[in-house]
């Protein structure tokens, strides 16, 4: 029973960083009806500019500080305006074709201009281990955990609680009636971009000290972050929560009980059976379309 606890709490932890990742997914796809296939890239990027803000003799927080700086300008503003901006308006699939692309020469570059190697990465908690009726967690797992939904359902009461967070889901919900309330339809665009670039940071922070800072680190990522966000509800960012527990949880017991080997097809084998029978996700709701 002590494994199956500690098996519950790490894999929690993974899933609370799976759901960071997945959050980015349903708020650009309810405010500006954007999938971005180089999501995990964009966790990757802010981890090796922490990295290189930190060699250079940066505290680990103000290195944090300073990437969420230039990750809102980069994968915010830049990325907005540069790529969606001008592909949004002939439909999603130039769009996902240019992430796609992205998301590889972004791969590439970090590689070619860094390293292709892993480089250990400065943890953000002591290491520690806490022995609680049996059960061995460790600062890392329980700090992750916490500060990963801390950061969800903050990012929950704000887009429920303050008048700017209202604004962004009333533009996610009818961008036209938004506009003629009087709503800065593209402002609020940008906020919901500039907020997943410091989800991206805040996600890169928490998990590259266990994964270490990688190229490639990202694909893994963004493929169960992807699963995620589908299986919670893609049209709902409680959503995103919940299926990044399920997998993060599933996959870990997995891995123990069955086999590492199986670990990686989890999250698909979820994900095919919520589309099969709740194709909405597990908390999204039915969106009927007129054609």
Known sequence: ???????????????????????????????????????????????????AFNNLGLP??????LTCFVAVFLLGWVFKRGLIDPLIRFGMMPVVVATLGLSIAM???????????????????????FNIAGVTVTLADVGTLALALLLVLGTQAFLSRTVTGRAMQ????????????????????????????????????LVTPTYLAKFDMGEGLATKAFFAAIIGGFNNSRGALL???????????????????????????????????????LLGQKVERKV
């Open 1 to 51: 029973m002590t494994d199956f606890i500690q098996l519950l709490l790490s894999g929690m932890a993974t899933g609370a960083i799976y759901a960071l990742a997945a959050l980015g997914f349903t708020l650009l796809w309810q405010a500006s009806g954007t999938i971005n296939f180089a999501q995990g890239e964009f966790v990757m990027v802010p981890a090796f500019l922490m990295l």
């Open 60 to 65: 680990l927080l103000a290195s944090f500080a």
């Open 107 to 129: 791969r590439n570059g970090v590689r070619a201009g860094y390293s292709p190697e892993a480089h250990p990465f400065p943890g953000l908690f002591a290491d520690k281990l």
């Open 170 to 205: 009333a533009v996610a919900q009818n961008t036209d009636s938004a506009t003629v309330l009087g709503i800065n339809v593209p402002r609020m665009v940008l906020y919901t971009f500039a907020i997943n670039a410091l989800l991206a940071c805040a996600a890169a922070l």
């Open 243 to 281: 299926g990044g527990l399920i997998v993060g949880v599933c996959e870990n017991l997995a891995s123990a009980y069955i086999s590492p080997a199986y670990k990686d097809a989890v999250a698909l084998l979820i994900f095919m059976a919520v589309i099969l029978f709740k194709p909405q996700g």
